[in-house]
Structures are given as C-alpha cells and as structure tokens.
C-alpha cells in the first residue's frame, strides 16, 4: 500500500538553489498553495529580512522562522520555500521533519557563485557594510556555510539535481522521486 500524499511539502537548498522558483511551480502542478517563508516574516514583521538581521540577529531571526512554521503546520496543500538556514534552527528542524516532505534542492558552489554573484539583500553572503563579496569571498562564504549546513539537507526525503536542469524539469524529478505525490507516475 502507497503512503498517503504529503499535504505539506518543504523545500531546502542554499540561497540561490531555485526554491522560490521551483516552489511556485511544485505548488501550481500539485494545486497547492505556495508559500516563502522568508517573505512571510516580511510581511509579518514589516521589514526586510536583511533589515532583520542587522537589527535583531540571526538569532532572532531563526526564532521568526520557527514561530511561521509552527503556524504553516496547520496548513495542508502547501508547499514551503525555507530560508536557506532555517534546517539549522533544531525547533524549525522538527517542525519540518515532523509534519511534511522535506526536499533539497542540490546546486554545485560554482553554479551558487554565478547565481548569487553580486546579489544584494543577502546578509550571510555580504561582507560586514552589507555589500555583495567578490568572486573567491563568496566562494569561500557559500563552501563554508554548505559545509555547515549540508548534513542537514543531505537528510531530506528527497535531493533533486537543482543545477543542471530547468525548474520545469527539477519539479518533474521531484515528482518522480515522491512516488506519493499527485503526478508522480
């Protein structure tokens, strides 16, 4: 017997990885709502997330992220675009584990450093003014910060190959990986 479809989908990868594009479009074919995360706090708290970071802290910020999720939980047909670090948050990390399908979207540094070359908006990959790094910096910031945090995504449900596909493509892989979900067949 098949297990039931998941009625709550998160996606996880690095900043850069497709989750607010791929998100859109997992949510679309399955008829689910779609929502980011990092946007939601926005809207919540009336502030840009970098803003929130500068202001209050990472750590208050990661707080943020874990008070959405534990509303998002009660949600069923949605698909949730997490922040890039919301895994390393040990509440946010059983919220997700606990009451969904956790997906990673995998994209090699090189293609993250193109991707994110000169960004603006992205305080884990700014220098300390808050401007975009050059090429080796964000190479070293985003090997470190994967370092980190890739034993986490490397537990998702699914891992897709986020970076040498198109998003139509990466959700049709995720479909095909689900075996659960509608369309996975």
Do not use: C, H
């Not at 946010?92 to 450093?113: A, D, F, K, N, T």
């Amino acid at each position: 017997m098949n297990a039931p479809p998941a009625v709550r989908i998160y996606i996880t990868g690095f900043m850069g990885s497709g989750k607010s594009t791929v998100g859109p479009l997992l949510a679309a074919r399955l008829g689910y709502e779609f929502v980011d995360l990092d946007a939601r706090i926005e809207e919540v708290e009336g502030k840009a997330v970098p803003e929130i970071f500068s202001e209050r802290g990472e750590a208050v910020f990661r707080s943020l992220e874990r008070r959405e999720l534990l509303l998002l939980r009660s949600l069923d047909g949605i698909v949730v675009a997490t922040g890039g670090g919301a895994l390393t948050d040990p509440g946010s990390w059983e919220i997700i584990r606990g009451s969904g399908l956790l997906v990673y979207l995998e994209v090699p540094v090189e293609i993250l450093v193109a991707r994110l070359r000169g960004r603006r908006g992205r305080p884990m990959i700014a220098a300390d003014d808050g401007t975009p790094l050059a090429d080796e910096q964000l190479r070293d910031r985003i090997t470190s910060l994967l370092r980190s945090r890739e034993p986490l995504y490397r537990r998702a449900d699914i891992i897709v190959d986020a970076g040498s596909q198109s998003p139509g493509e990466t959700v049709s892989a995720i479909l095909r990986s689900s075996g659960t979900l509608p369309g996975s067949r």
